[in-house]
């Protein structure tokens, strides 16, 4: 929002309106006149008619500086969410900008295009709708979903076998056409990550084993009829435990049990990330766990469960010179740049990686803060089982 409109004294003194009454319940005020006082003027009429909204982004103006009433304000309504937010974001880089509903039991989620939200469970596939969850699919164990808009493709993880069907039968009228359309395309799946790569959209299918993991890429094409269906492009193993992967234009990042490798699917060509020897670790710290890999600009962000550095294109470590580091050990990431969210069993940590500095710590309550999703939206669930998605402020 603009900060001239919000402190434009010239359209706020041009306004036509009086400043209406606060409704008052005729019950709430007790009457201490007697019948012997007929001069005693009656309670002026309840009046329904709202603040402007001009005097009502005025008011929340003088609250710039009140955390506490900034959030308060921001859940009225949704009129008050859009100038309460701007003045928050001053305060409080990452705020939640959207409430899903309560569920304990919500293993993953993805957000969609129309605002809806998908959800994974232990017994199946759920829609939001109308602050209700509707069940799509009745599935065992579902730990990750994602979709395809462009192909209207719909991926489901339950259990270890991988599914897709078409999207817009999730979001339709009757969504028990959706599991008569499934289509299995792996039956032995770990995880699983889509995205752009050589200008393909390509889903890459991860089988971990105890010594090696197998990864197995497959492109998402259009056929014929109009449908969209998967058909294998590359395959390749690495000789050790994979926790993520992470596909980018013409490479692919995987976090090993033992750090990192960055392969070209085309020439099979593998290197390790960060090229260069790690720097000791303090005297009695335990032994860091690779965890994630984004690529920022022409840079690698490294994230260790307790540290996050950069490195260049040819693998040169920046750890050195620039480093962020914590203290309790984080397992899942999100990258909204300039901000790298961590999430470890006390709660949520956000650094500017531009800066080198931690801007904001939320503290976990009853269970922790879980991270459902990262892309298009990040939801997480708290431990009281609400579901939020995140915003970041804008980079400044």
Same mark, same amino acid.
Request: with cysteine; charged share 20%; glycine share 6%.
């Given at each position: ?18 400043? &209406? ?26 009046? #329904? ?5 001009? !005097?009502?982004?005025?008011? !929340? ?20 969410? &859009? ?26 989620? $993805?957000?969609?295009?129309?605002? =809806? ?12 709708? #109308? ?9 065992? @164990?579902?730990?990750? !979903? ?12 339950? =259990?270890?076998?991988?599914? $897709?069907?078409?999207?817009? *039968?999730?979001?339709?009228?009757? &969504?028990?056409?959706? +599991?008569?359309?499934?289509?299995? *395309?792996?039956?032995? %799946? ?8 050589? =200008? ?16 197995? *890429?497959?492109? @998402? ?7 969209? @269906? ?23 990042? %995987? ?13 099979? $060509? ?14 009695? %710290? ?28 040819? =693998? %040169? ?19 909204? +740049? ?6 470890? @069993?006390?709660?949520?940590?956000a650094w500017r990686v531009d800066r080198g500095v931690c801007v904001q710590t939320v503290l976990a309550r009853g269970g922790g803060i879980r991270l ?5 939206? !990040? ?18």
């Open positions: 929002m603009d900060r001239s409109r919000l402190f434009d004294f010239a359209s706020l003194a041009a306004l036509k309106h009086t400043r &209406p009454r606060l409704p008052t319940r005729a019950t709430s005020v007790p009457n201490f006149y007697t019948p012997e006082s007929p001069h005693v003027p009656s309670p002026p009429p309840l009046s #329904n008619q709202p603040l402007p909204i001009e !005097i009502v982004e005025r008011i !929340i103006d003088f609250l710039h500086a009140d955390k506490t009433a900034l959030i308060a304000s921001s859940t009225v309504c949704r009129s008050w969410f &859009p100038t309460s937010r701007y003045h928050l974001y001053t305060l409080l880089p990452v705020i939640p900008v959207a409430v899903g509903e309560s569920c304990r039991k919500v293993n993953t989620a $993805v957000a969609l295009a129309d605002d =809806g939200i998908l959800y994974g469970t232990n017994n199946g596939l759920y829609l939001s709708c #109308n602050h209700k969850l509707l069940r799509v699919l009745k599935l065992p @164990a579902v730990s990750q !979903i994602d979709v395809l808009p462009t192909h209207d493709l719909l991926l489901v993880l339950s =259990g270890r076998r991988l599914l $897709v069907g078409p999207l817009h *039968l999730a979001t339709g009228a009757d &969504p028990a056409l959706l +599991y008569r359309r499934l289509v299995v *395309l792996s039956t032995d %799946a770990s995880f699983f990550q889509a995205a752009e790569h050589g =200008g393909k959209r390509v889903v890459c299918v991860v089988h971990t084993g105890r010594f090696s993991s197998h990864f197995k *890429l497959l492109e @998402a094409v259009q056929l014929p009829a109009g449908a969209s @269906a998967f058909k294998p492009y590359r395959s390749f193993y690495l000789p050790d435990h994979a926790h993520s992967v992470h596909i980018w234009n013409k490479t692919i990042g %995987a976090a090993l049990r033992r750090g990192f490798q960055c392969v070209d699917p085309v020439s099979l $060509v593998t290197f390790p990330v960060p090229v260069g020897p790690a720097p000791p670790l303090p005297e009695g %710290a335990p032994p860091r766990k690779p965890r994630a890999l984004f690529r920022v600009d022409e840079r690698f962000l490294v994230c260790y469960d307790r540290c996050a550095f950069f490195m260049d294109k040819a =693998g %040169a470590s920046s750890e050195h010179a620039f480093a962020l580091r914590w203290v309790d050990a984080a397992k899942q990431f999100a990258l909204h +740049y300039p901000y790298l969210l961590a999430f470890s @069993a006390v709660g949520m940590h459902l999703a990262s892309a298009p939206r !990040i939801l997480v669930r708290l431990g009281d089982g609400r579901v939020l998605a995140l915003g970041c402020a804008a980079e400044g």
